[in-house]
C-alpha cells in the first residue's frame, strides 16, 4: 500500500492541527510543503480549491482538516482522543463564528464593512465562555487533551498572536495557562518542524510527526 501524501503549509491553523492528530495516530505521511503563493499542479489536480491540508490516500482525497484528524483518529486513537464527543458543539463554535470573527479582526482590510474592534469583542466573548469550559482542568479533555482541544486551540493560537500583548492582559487566565500549555509541549514543537517547500520530482520525505524526531 502507498503511503498517504498530505499537502500542508506550516503557520496553517487548519494544517496545524490536522498534523496534530495524524501525530497522535502515529501515521506516516508523505509530507509534501506548501508555499500558498506557488501551489503546486500536483494540489490542484487533487483539490481544485487549492487550500491545505489535504491529504491523499491512493485514490481518496481528504479535502478538510476536521476530516483528516476524523481520517486519521479512527484508524488508531491510542490517546482517546475521540472519547470525548459532547464537546463538538464547542468545536462547531470556535471554526465557524469564532474563526469568522478571528479572520474578520487579523485581516480586516480584505472585508468592506469589518470593525476590528468589534470582531475582536465577539471572538473575546467566545473566548469568555471557553475560559470558563477549562476551570478546573488543564485542557478540555481533563487531565489530558482530547479531540476538542487539538481541533480548536491552533485557532485561538492565531487569535493571540494577532495582539499577544493586548491577549495576555485580558481576564482568561484558565484560556493563557491552556494555550501556553499546548505552545510548550513537545507535540506541537514536532508538528512545527521547518520543511523545504515541495517541487514535482523531489525525493519524498516520510515523517509520522514523533516527538523526539
Known amino acids: 500500500m502507498s503511503t498517504p501524501i498530505l499537502y500542508t503549509f506550516r503557520r496553517c491553523p487548519y494544517a496545524m492541527r490536522a498534523r496534530l492528530a495524524l501525530a497522535s495516530a502515529g501515521i506516516t505521511v508523505e509530507l509534501r510543503e506548501v508555499v500558498l503563493r506557488d501551489k503546486p499542479a500536483d494540489l490542484l ?10 491529504l491523499v490516500d491512493g485514490e481518496d482525497v481528504v479535502e478538510e482538516s476536521r476530516d483528516i484528524m476524523l481520517w486519521a483518529l479512527h484508524r ?3 490517546e482517546g482522543w475521540l ?22 479582526y487579523k485581516y480586516a482590510t480584505r472585508y468592506t464593512d469589518a470593525e476590528p474592534d468589534s470582531e475582536r469583542a465577539k471572538a473575546a466573548a467566545i473566548l469568555m465562555d471557553l475560559n470558563a469550559t477549562l476551570d478546573g482542568n ?3 479533555g481533563g487531565e489530558s487533551p482530547c479531540f476538542a482541544d487539538m481541533a480548536t486551540v491552533t485557532f485561538v493560537r492565531q487569535f493571540a498572536m494577532v495582539d499577544l500583548a493586548w491577549f495576555r492582559a485580558q481576564d482568561w487566565p484558565h484560556v493563557t495557562a491552556w494555550l501556553d500549555r499546548f505552545l510548550n509541549s513537545d507535540r506541537f514543537a514536532a508538528i512545527m518542524a521547518k520543511y523545504p517547500q515541495w517541487v514535482p520530482d523531489s525525493p519524498p520525505f516520510y515523517t509520522d510527526f514523533a516527538l523526539n524526531p
Open 45 to 54: 489536480t487533487a483539490s481544485p480549491k487549492g487550500t491545505v491540508p489535504v
Open 76 to 78: 488508531n486513537d491510542p
Open 83 to 104: 472519547n470525548r464527543p459532547e464537546l463538538n458543539d464547542l468545536i462547531d463554535t470556535i471554526e465557524g463564528p469564532f474563526k469568522t470573527a478571528l479572520d474578520r
Open 138 to 140: 488543564p485542557w478540555l
